[in-house]
C-alpha cells in the first residue's frame, strides 16, 4: 500500500507518520513511498495504540495537574478567590480572571453544563475553584448584593416572600448517586416496583426522569436519573431540586472514586443524605469492611455512635427497602423546615427530562417546586413563553389536571423543547413573556461555549486543495432525550479542519448492524447508558470495532474532541531566516550544484529551504543539503560573512542570484478547547 494512501486512512500527514514509524518499530526508509502489504494492520493497530498512549499521559498529566493545584490549596500556598453566594459563570471566571472557556472546561469536568449566564452557587463555586488552584472564600454579603447580576436562585427568591402560613410541607425529593454498577438503576427500579402510588386509572409507567411512591401514607419523589450527572446539572441552574440524597455504595466493591465525588458533592450542595449498602445479597459481601472505609472519609454510622444513617439493602432481592424508605421519612422529618412549598401560587419547577415525539411533538417532564401547575397555565422559561400546558400526565399515566409541589408532570403543550435544568415559571402576566422565536434550537449552554472555544482556531488559513476531515460517529442511547442532548452538543462542534458525521443515532442497545457499519465507516461507536447485545459484543470483539460506553454526556463529548484533536491536520509553517546573493557557481551536481555565497541578511542554516529569485522573480526552490564556512562544515552562517552550499534542487543557479532562506516545519494545529 502507498504510504500517502495509509496516512490517509489513518488521518494524518504522511511525513507524520513516516517519521514516526522507525519509533514504532517499522523501519521501511526514510524515503519509502510504499509499506509493505503485510505490515499494514500492525502499522495501524500500532498507530491506534500509539494515539491512545498520548491521550493518555495527556489526561494523566491533567488529572496530575489538578492534583498538584489542590494539594497548593490545601497548603494554603493558593491564590484566594472571593467568591459570593451566587454568581453567574461569567462572574465567576471574572473573579478567578481565567478565559471563560477554562472555567467551563472545568465545570464540565464536573458534571456541570452550565452556560455562560446561569448561575452556580458558592459551594459548586468553590469546589471548581480549588480544581483551579484557587482557595475560595465567602465575600462578605453586603458586596454579594452590589455583585451585578448576582442573586439568589429564583426558587429562593419566590420563597423569601412566603410567610410561615403559607408555606405548607411537601414530599421530599431524592437522588441517588454513587459509583457506577454499585446498584442505582436497580435500587430506582426497586423502590418504583415496591411501593408505587396506587392509582384509579391504572396506567401505564413511563420513564418520566422522576416518580413518586408512598409509604406510611407519605409521599417520596425520586429523580429517576442516577449518577451525579442530573443532580449537578439542575443544581447549576440556580434551584436545590434534591432535598435529600442517597449514596449507593455496594459492599462487594466498597468505596470508590465515585462514591467520594458522591460524597464531596453532596457535602459541597449541604444535603442531608443517608448510605444505601447495597448487593448484601453477595457472597463477599463485606459491610464492616465498606462501613470502616466510609468512617475514614468522615462518615461514621449510627451505631457506631456516628451520624451517617446507612442501611443495608439488596436492590436484586428487595431486602431492606422498606427500611431505607422508612429512613428517608426520618431524614425528612428531621428537614421539615426546608421541605415546604406554598401550593397556592403560580408554579415553578425545574425540567427534568424534555425531547420532541414524532406525533406528540415536544414533551417535557417538570419538576413543580413550588404553586401548583394548572392546565392552562402559561409556561415561561428564560422570560420566554413556552407555551399552554395542553395536558399532563403522571409517571404511571394517570393524566392530571393539577400538579402540587414535588410532583413531576409530563407536559404536553410545549412550542419547542426545554433544556434539562431549565426552571419553568408560570408568570403573574403572561403578556410579560416575550414570544419564543421559531428555531430557538435545544441548546446547552455548555455546549455552545465549548464549541465557541472550539472555533477559535477558524481563523487560521485552511490550506488549500485539504479536505475537512470527518469523524464519523454512531450514536446510541437510552430515551430520546440523552440522545437529542448529545447530538445538539456535537453538532455544534465546527473547525476548519475537522468535523463531525453522524452516521447513525438511534435508541436501545447496539447491535450487529451498528458494529458492521461502524466498522464499514470506520466510525466511532459511542453508546450512552446503553450495552451492547451479547452477539454485538462478540462481533465487536473478532471485527475490532471498539464499543465507547458513557453514563455522562460530557465524557463522551470530551473523547470526540480529543478524537477531533487528533485528527486535525499538521500546518506547514515557514519562518523567514534570511536572504543570500550568489557570488560563484562551483560545481553542478546530479541533483543540484555548488555555489558560493554571500549571506546578505540574517542568517543561514543548514536544511533549511532556499528560494531563487532572479530579477525579484521566484524562478525555483530546493534545500540547503551542505553549508560550508571556508575549510569547515557549518550549521548556521550569519550576516556579513561568505559561505559554500550545496544546493539539492533542479533549478540551474547563475552568479547575481538572490536566495531567499526559510525554515519549513510541521507544526501541530491546536484545537484548544481551554481558550489559552
Ligand atoms: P448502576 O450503574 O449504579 O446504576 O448499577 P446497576 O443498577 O445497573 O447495577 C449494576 C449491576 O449490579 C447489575 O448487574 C445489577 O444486576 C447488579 N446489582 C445491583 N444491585 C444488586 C444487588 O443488590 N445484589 C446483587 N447481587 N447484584 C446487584
Redesign the pocket.
Known sequence: MNITELARRLRVPTEELRAKLPELGFDIGSKAIKVPDRDVGRIMQAWQEYKKRLYLEKKMLDQKARADRRIAVREGRAEVALLPAVMTVREFAGVLNLPIARVMQELMHSGILASLNERIDFETASIIAEDLGFRAERKEEGEAVKEEGAGISRLEEAKSHETKESLKPRPPVIVVM??????????L?AIRHENVVATEAGGITQHIGAYQVVRKDRALTFIDT??HEAFTVMRSRGAKVADIAIV?V?VDDGVQPQTKEAIDIVKAAQIPFMVAL?????DNANIEKVKSQLSELGLIPEEWGGKTVMVP?????QTNIDQLLDMLLLIADMEKEHIVANPNRHAIGTVIESHVDKGQGPIATVLVQTGTLHIGDTMGLRDLNYGKVRAMKTWNGEVVKEAPPSMPVRILGFKDAPSVGDIMEVPEDPKSLEKLKEQLSRKTGASEITVAALKMNEGDIVESGDEKVNLNIILKADVLGSLEAIVGMIEKIRNPYVGVKIVSKGLGNVTDSDILQAEATHAFLAAFDVKPMAAAAQLAREKSVEIHEY?VIYHLFEDVVEKLKILIPAERVYTELGSLEVIAVFKKLPKGMVVGCKVKKGKVELGATARVLRDGHVIGEGKIDTLQAGKSTVRVVEQGADCGIGFAGKTKIEIGDALEIYREEMQERKLNINNK
Do not use: Y
Not at 278 to 282: A, E
Not at 313 to 317: G, H
Open positions: 454513587g459509583h457506577v454498577d454499585h446498584g442505582k438503576t436497580m435500587l427500579d442516577p449518577g449507593v455496594a447495597n448487593k448484601i445479597d453477595k439493602i439488596s436492590a436484586k432481592k453514563s
